[in-house]
């Protein structure tokens, strides 16, 4: 049973999930009373909640939007003339190459959902790395990346491979770290490391960088001597 007088105090009332409001409560109100005083809050709260609209609900600002691709298409053929800039704002997609351009391996950036690289030889003789971006997905998911920069790379020897991942300088492990070294079957990790870069997402450009204190983890697979 409800007591019958109330302690002078304030008391939060929610009229609806959007309005809310605050009333003083006298001292030694009684319960009729104070059921009036409650009753008559509502009442007037009445024209506000019939005056809201459909862009008064609150929406948490964390709401991911969705993004829409724009009207392109995936770029189908080489540039000319074939030069590594002329390949900086291209969309290519790995399973249809132009022909005289090969795939070799893709690789996200750990830790980051929109950057990555790809590794591509044009007409066998420009072997590059690409770093692209995540643009957005359409509606089926199909992803589409823009290039961001182009490091040219060197040949590789038998005994030589890019390791995209799983690098670090001394002991800090750091995933923007890409380089080619030597390899030997067996071995956790390249064994002399000949060439570095970090892919900057930064300032979204791949810098050439210090071979020094580079350490690459790799995963070989079977490996044959």
Known sequence: MLPMFIVGCKASVTVSPTVTTVIEIPTSTSTATLESIITSTITQSLPEINTLTPTDTIVPSSTATQITCPPFEIDREIPEPNSPENYIGRHYSSKAMPEGMVFHMWA????????????????????????????CRNDQGKAFHEILDVAVLPPLAENEMLATQYCSIGDQSDPEIVAIGKYECGASQLTEIEYAWRVNRQTERIEIIPVDNVKCGIELGDCIP
Do not use: A, N, P, R
């Open 108 to 135: 996200s950036i750990l830790g980051s959902g929109d950057y990555s690289v790809e590794e591509v030889t044009s007409k066998k003789t420009l072997h590059m790395l690409w770093m692209l971006k995540l643009v």
